[in-house]
């Protein structure tokens, strides 16, 4: 490829997906924004609804794969070399973080701030003993 | 030529952020030259195009006008994932007006004569058009008539295809070789031995054809046969090498030094000439790729070769390096018109563009230009359907992959699938606008 920089690729993806670009860079940028408010609000991560935003991800990684193998009338049985595993699996971790990233959003957004659910990094007990939540599953 | 009238000194003007907004571009900031000069661009296809957008991106007050009648723009390399019954023919039909950057003219008429003593050419209507520069982008023309009892408007009945035709052609291939591969029979495919865009376009319908017939279960009832017009089944000997021991994987099979010269549609018999004379051979479904000539109007120009290997079939007579006219300076020719030894490809094309709009801005601005076009052409090979090669190659029959080391080049891949299925066409369009 001559000349291929961040400029070609944006014009390549702006031919690709028309006006669905923005409309998918918004959706992105609205997780993401969503994402932080959420972790910003409830002072960091909630470990379980982590856990099921992962639970989520790996569906969404999936579904980038299967999705780009049904639009590229391709399969499994197609991949051929290194590259091809390495492509599956940026497509499946692609997929996935997105995911994650929305699943966390969008359950933070419905769950309201609870402060209840929030592990705090430090609330030491009178008993001098890190709380249980923060033993079982570290803060991220 | 002297370019001296046009020289108006160098006065660069820079191109502001909101210049490049506008154009939509993201290129370097750049000088852009200005000048009055008249730049004809003959032909609005991939070449055509590109030129004007990366002209305009470069220049500033240059008249810049391309003649073509073509109203409709084909992206022709998904003329094949047309005839593999992949995308409907729409996919590869765009409108020419859409591509055409502001402030370019577009003449909507043929060119009819080209009178490079004069610098001027004439339109279909008559109409006089001057240059100081000009710009062959013509394509070429596909020479059906050379193959006796062709009939173009029987494509896609009796075991007849063609996928070159154009995209409702490519369509009815499909339609053709599904039947076949629902009955089984011969099937024989083939290239002509003039040159040709993408070269590896008749390999990849006949392992398409494999691909379809074993995904039916027919495999078994069908007989293929690549015919090739010389002792090679590909330019670059290694390609040809990889493509000889796959067509032995899939039992394709191989007559060398056949071209086909003639036809009989209602008998299904083609005939081929082979150093031993006329041989004929039945077929149940047929691939027909005609000879390939630059335009009329180029042939019948002073631009042509003269004498050597491209003299024959009309192809402008250009440096291979730079793309510029041997005997005249002030012309240029680009993509699939132009006479020389590889590259009559969409991707050659956005090779050559750059290059060729380097030199023409050079001799504007009164300075040179180093840029020099290797002959890179590359082809997504296609090998079934899920699968290709990126073979990339220069004059030198080099392999010159883009990315060593990562896209192995004679490897079957499902990444390079995906290049071609997803990649290939926005790439191109961000070509024609002069972004890629
Ligand atoms: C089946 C098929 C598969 C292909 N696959 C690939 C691929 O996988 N990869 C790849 O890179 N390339 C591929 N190509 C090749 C690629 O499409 C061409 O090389 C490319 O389009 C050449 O661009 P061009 O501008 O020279 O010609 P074109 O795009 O054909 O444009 C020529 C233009 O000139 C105009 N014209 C003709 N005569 C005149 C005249 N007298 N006056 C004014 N205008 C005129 C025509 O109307 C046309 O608009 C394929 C081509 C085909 C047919």
Redesign the pocket.
Same mark, same amino acid.
């Given at each position: 490829m001559k000349d291929f920089d961040i400029g070609t690729l944006v014009a390549v993806l702006r031919e690709l997906l028309g006006p669905w670009l923005w409309v998918s860079l918004g959706v992105a940028a609205v997780a993401a924004v969503a994402f932080l408010y959420v972790v910003v609000r409830d002072r960091g991560v909630v470990p379980s609804r982590l856990v099921w935003s992962e639970v989520v991800a790996i569906g969404g990684g999936v579904a980038a794969v299967l999705i780009t193998q049904r639009v590229t009338h391709s399969g499994f049985s197609d991949l051929g070399g290194p590259i091809d595993w390495v492509l599956l699996a940026a497509l499946f971790i692609a997929g996935a973080i997105g995911t994650l990233i929305a699943a966390y959003a969008a359950f933070g957004l419905m769950c309201g701030g609870s402060r209840r659910r929030t592990v705090h990094a430090a609330t030491p007990r009178a008993d001098g003993y890190a709380p249980l939540a923060r033993q079982a599953s570290p803060r991220l | 030529m002297d370019t001296s009238s046009l020289r108006l000194g160098r006065r660069a003007l820079l191109a502001s952020g909101g210049a490049l907004a506008a154009v939509g571009a993201s290129l370097p900031a750049r000088a852009r030259v200005g000048t009055r000069a008249r730049i004809v661009i003959?032909?609005?296809?991939?070449?055509?195009l590109a030129a004007a957008a990366r002209l305009s991106q470069r220049l500033e007050g240059a008249e810049i006008t391309l003649?073509?009648?073509?109203r409709e723009?084909?992206y022709?390399?998904g003329?094949?994932l047309v005839a593999a019954g992949l995308r409907r023919p729409d996919y590869v039909v765009g409108r020419?007006a859409d591509y055409i950057p502001p402030g370019v003219r577009w003449i909507e008429?043929?060119? &009819?004569v080209i009178d490079p003593d004069a610098r001027r050419v004439t339109t279909a209507s008559g109409q006089l058009v001057h240059y100081d520069f000009l710009i062959v &982008?013509?394509?070429?023309?596909l020479d059906y008539a050379a193959i006796e009892g062709m009939d173009v408007s029987r494509i896609g009945r009796d075991g007849l295809g063609s996928?070159?035709a154009g995209p409702e052609a490519?369509a009815a291939t499909w339609r053709a070789m599904s039947e076949f591969a629902d009955r089984g029979g011969v099937a024989l495919f083939g290239r002509p031995s003039t040159e040709m865009?993408?070269a590896? &376009?008749p390999i990849k319908y006949a392992f398409l054809t494999d691909d379809t017939l074993r995904r039916r279960g027919n495999r078994g009832r069908a007989e293929l046969v690549y015919n090739s017009h010389n002792r090679v089944l590909f330019s670059v000997p290694i390609v040809s090498e990889k493509v000889r021991m796959l067509f032995r994987d899939r039992a394709i099979r191989v007559n060398h030094e056949h071209e086909l010269a003639a036809i009989d549609l209602g008998a299904k018999i083609a005939t081929y000439r082979t150093p031993t004379g006329l041989v004929p051979m039945k077929y149940d479904f047929i691939n027909v790729v005609p000879p390939m000539r630059a335009?009329?109007?180029v042939r019948r120009s002073p631009l042509a070769w003269q004498s050597g290997p491209f003299a024959a079939d009309g192809w402008v007579e250009v440096d291979r390096a730079t793309l510029r006219h041997r005997r005249y300076r002030e012309v240029f020719a680009?993509?699939?018109?132009a006479g020389v030894p590889k590259g009559?490809?969409? &991707?050659?094309?956005k090779w050559q563009v750059p290059v060729a709009v380097d030199h023409l801005v050079a001799d504007i601005a009164g300075t040179t230009s180093a840029e020099a076009y290797n002959g890179y052409t590359?082809?997504?090979l296609i090998t079934r359907v899920g699968r290709a090669m990126l073979v990339e190659f220069d004059y030198d029959d080099n392999l010159v992959p883009s990315f060593p080391g990562v896209i192995a080049p004679l490897e079957e891949l499902w990444v390079t699938w995906m290049m071609?299925e997803v990649g290939?066409k926005p790439t191109y369009l961000a070509m024609l606008r002069g972004l890629a």
């Open positions: - | 003959l032909g609005a296809g991939a070449a055509g003649v073509d009648s073509r723009h084909l022709q390399p003329f094949t020419t008429e043929r060119a &009819a &982008a013509t394509g070429l023309e996928v070159y490519a865009k993408c590896g &376009a335009p009329e109007v680009l993509g699939d018109v009559k490809t969409a &991707a050659s094309v590359s082809c997504p071609k290939l």
